[in-house]
Structure formats: C-alpha cells, structure tokens
C-alpha cells in the first residue's frame, strides 16, 4: 500500500487547513488510519485515527474539537480537517495505516506517507 499526503501550507494564527491521504495498491478499507506529526527536534506524536469503516474517531487531547479526521472508503481518501491553528501545530504531517487494534503509538502503523509540511505563523 502507498500513501500520499497533501495540504500543506504556511497559514496565518486561527486559519484553517485541510490535509488529504490517497492510497494506492491493498485493500484500504480494512486498515485504520492515523495522522501524525513531527516538528524539529521532537518524536513523532500521534494527532488523530479513524477506523476502518469510519465510524470510530480519536483525537489527541490538544487537537480535539479544533481538528476532524474523516474517510471515504471508495475514493481511498482520508482527511484531517484543521481548524483554528495555532504556532505549535507546525510540523511535518504524516499519515499512516495499520490493522492492529492499537492506534495512538507510531510503531503500530504498517505503512506510511511522505509527510506535508504546515507552518501556522503567529
């Protein structure tokens, strides 16, 4: 399976942004998806999941309410829609599929994008 992420871009404090992940190849529908970032210097921190048909979600605790993580099975889309941006969402945003039961931690996910770069300047 191959991912592809987009979106990214340099936004202002408050601005909203919305990044996509296309896959290719495997049967997409049978993973979870996550997002990721990573900002300089720090570890790759988990931002958000969906599960496998969507209907479950799960946020980190300084992304809920301002980000929405949504899929659509039949385009082999996911989305993470981020609204009211701050400084220190800036980082490079990956996203990445797994098929086990666990979803908060990098090393369970199987297969990754190249990442996008968003700056939220302040």
């Known amino acids: 399976v191959q991912l592809q992420a987009s979106g990214g871009g340099l936004v202002q404090d408050g601005d909203s942004l919305r990044l996509s992940c296309a896959a290719s190849?495997?049967?997409?529908?049978?993973?979870?998806v996550g997002w990721f970032h990573q900002a300089p210097g720090r570890e790759r921190e988990f931002v958000a999941a969906?599960?496998?048909?969507?209907?479950?979600?799960y946020y980190a605790d300084y992304v809920r309410g301002r980000f929405t993580i949504s899929r659509d099975n039949a385009k082999k889309m996911v989305y993470l829609q981020m609204d009211s941006l701050k400084p220190e969402d800036t980082a490079v945003y990956y996203c990445?599929?797994?098929?086990?039961?666990?979803?908060?931690?990098?090393?369970?996910?199987?297969?990754w994008g190249q990442g996008t770069q968003v700056t939220v300047s302040s």
């Open positions: 990445a599929i797994t098929r086990r039961s666990y979803w908060l931690g990098a090393k369970e996910y199987e297969y």
């Open positions: 190849g495997g049967d997409f529908s049978t993973y979870a």
């Open positions: 969906v599960s496998k048909s969507g209907g479950s979600t």
